[in-house]
């Protein structure tokens, strides 16, 4: 009897064992659908969605202070191209345009200030970590403001383009061999004009110091042998 109850422990671990070993073999892995070495060379287009806030001054009119400030939402379209170096270094050359509204006021003289629309083309210089890029980038700004307010007792507008440069960091994350998402921030600086407004009256103001904070997202075009891989 007790040979018995030992062969049939020993038949059924026997059987265990092998279905382990069948199941094992067997195995469905999950498949992982990441980009594999991905390749940040080729041709993007996007459009980003963000905050915009200025913080100048201007000549003012009949007031002591002449601070002009503000933040608002803003939106635009930009595209570019890039190239990779060797495994991480990458390069490129990218231009965006945005369009605003009114961003900053000065109750105290009844002036506003207007950002309608923005544009940069700037280099950008980065470092991949396979399918995350952190970069910097700088370059060239333009922005077109409109004036207007009360001034000497008359309401009077005017609106003129500044050029200036700005310089700013960010970081794109490749979720396809597509797609991207982007996160960026951009300072500027633009020089002063004279907005001569209705009543007569010069007005210089300038885009001293401009914020933009923005997400993006981007369809990303062609490249090297960017493709997603199967990993099992």
């Not at 003012?60 to 190239?83: H, K, M, N, W």
């Not at 369009?99 to 083309?121: K, M, Q, Y």
């Not at 979720?175 to 009543?199: G, N, P, Q």
Request: glycine letters at 14%; a negative charge.
């Amino acid at each position: 009897m007790l040979k018995l109850c030992t062969s049939l422990l020993a038949a059924a671990s026997l059987v265990v064992s092998v279905n382990a070993a069948y199941s094992a073999d067997f195995a469905v892995p999950t498949p992982d659908l990441r980009p594999a070495n991905y390749d940040w060379s080729g041709f993007h287009l996007g459009g980003w969605l963000g905050a915009m806030c200025l913080d100048t001054a201007y000549i003012p009119e009949a007031s002591d202070d002449p601070e002009l400030a503000g933040c608002r939402l803003a939106g635009g379209a930009l595209g570019g191209y890039s190239y990779q170096f060797g495994s991480n270094f990458v390069v490129g050359l990218e231009g965006d345009f945005g369009w605003g509204g009114n961003i900053a006021e000065n109750s105290l003289d009844e002036v506003s200030f207007s950002l309608d629309n923005a544009a940069t083309l700037r280099a950008r210089l980065g470092w991949a970590f396979d399918d995350t890029l952190i970069y910097a980038t700088g370059g060239a700004a333009w922005a077109e403001g409109t004036l207007s307010g009360v001034f000497g007792g008359m309401d009077g507008e005017d609106t003129r383009w500044h050029r200036g440069w700005t310089a700013g960091v960010g970081m794109e994350h490749a979720m396809s061999d597509s797609f991207r998402f982007r996160l960026e921030y951009l300072y500027a600086t633009l020089d002063d004009k004279e907005y001569e407004v209705t009543c007569g009256c010069t007005i210089d103001a300038g885009l001293d110091n401009l914020h933009i904070a923005r997400a993006a997202v981007i369809w990303a075009f062609g490249g090297r042998g960017n493709s997603a891989s199967v990993a099992y």
